[in-house]
């Protein structure tokens, strides 16, 4: 079945702690996101990444870390630097700016 | 990127056409006008796109003005499961960034 899988679904943290969300893709797509979602809100730019090896910051890079290490995945790190890191975190891959989404990873930091 | 405006909610009884505009009278001339839609706590989903002609696809067709400057996408026969927030982005074919607003919510009545 070719798509995108982000892992786990709900994930919980003490803050202060870094934490890795993990987002792989099979569609053999060069370019990938992460997108940050708060509640009744639009979906907010990360980091992209459109080759291996290579990434831009988005519109709320800041406390943030990405690696792009295999065209397959593209995780992302939230540090503690990120000043409120609940939310609602979807990553995504795309073809000619079509874009397909993963189901989403809700952090919670407690 | 053009901006865009959509209402930000609407209602259409279940089983009529849901027409959702979108206004984007900045769009240039190598824009692209792209539907996305999202259920709640699920990743958006890509519904169509177009340049300047009418679109037809499975799920909904996108009709642009001659002008370019607004579209409105058709759900023709909308059943409960089309309860979603509906994105208009506009953006450049080659670029692979995309910008989502908040989006219009719509709500199909039973």
């Known amino acids: 079945d070719g798509g995108i899988t982000q892992s786990p679904k709900y994930l919980f943290r003490k803050e202060g702690q870094n934490v890795t969300l993990s987002c792989e893709q099979n569609?053999?797509?060069?370019?990938m996101y992460w997108y940050r979602q708060d509640p009744g809100q639009g979906l907010r730019l990360i980091y992209y990444?459109?080759?291996?090896?290579?990434?831009q910051k988005g519109d709320i890079a800041e406390g943030y870390s990405v690696s792009r290490e295999k065209k397959e995945s593209f995780p992302l790190t939230v540090t503690s630097a990120q000043k409120n890191p609940t939310a609602f975190y979807l990553c995504?891959?795309?073809?000619?700016?079509?874009?397909?989404f993963g189901p989403g990873t809700r952090l919670t930091v407690l | 990127d053009a901006k865009t405006t959509q209402p930000p909610s609407m209602d259409c009884a279940e089983g009529r056409a849901a027409n959702l505009p979108c206004n984007h009278s900045?769009?240039?001339?190598?824009?692209?006008v792209y539907w996305y839609r999202q259920i709640h706590s699920q990743g958006p989903q890509y519904i169509i796109h177009?340049?300047?002609n009418n679109e037809t696809n499975e799920m909904a067709s996108l009709i642009i003005t001659e002008d370019r400057k607004s579209s409105t996408l058709i759900l023709p026969h909308a059943t409960l499961r089309d309860t979603a927030v509906y994105y208009c982005?506009?953006?450049?074919?080659?670029?692979?960034?995309?910008?989502f607003g908040t989006g219009t919510r719509l709500t199909i009545i039973p």
């Open positions: 995504a891959s795309s073809v000619r700016a079509k874009q397909f």
């Open positions: 569609l053999n797509h060069d370019a």
């Open positions: 990444s459109q080759i291996v090896n290579d990434f």
């Open positions: 900045t769009i240039s001339g190598n824009e692209y």
């Open positions: 177009g340049l300047k």
């Open positions: 982005i506009v953006a450049n074919f080659g670029n692979e960034k995309l910008t």
